[in-house]
């Protein structure tokens, strides 16, 4: 998967247009291994939806099978 593909996967998670993927500490994502996590094992950061939104959002497997989601609101 490329990061572009991630984009395009939260943006169907979402229900709306992701814009801009970036790493936990905002700075931007060059591969997914700035987004990978180790424990619980999956994925994370920050995004910017194309109507100026911000969240966080974490990505993670659960029980090796499934992948949980989930976002919040992010104030800069």
Request: glycine share 10%.
């Amino acid at each position: 998967m490329t990061v572009d593909e991630l984009r395009q996967d939260l943006s169907q998670r979402i229900g709306r247009p992701v814009e801009l993927l970036l790493t936990r500490d905002g700075e931007a994502v060059i591969e997914l291994a700035d987004l990978y996590q180790p424990s619980p094992a999956g994925f994370g950061g920050r995004l910017h939806l194309r109507d100026g939104t911000a969240m966080s959002w974490e990505l993670w497997l659960e029980d090796g099978d499934s992948w949980n989601f989930h976002t919040a609101s992010f104030t800069e």
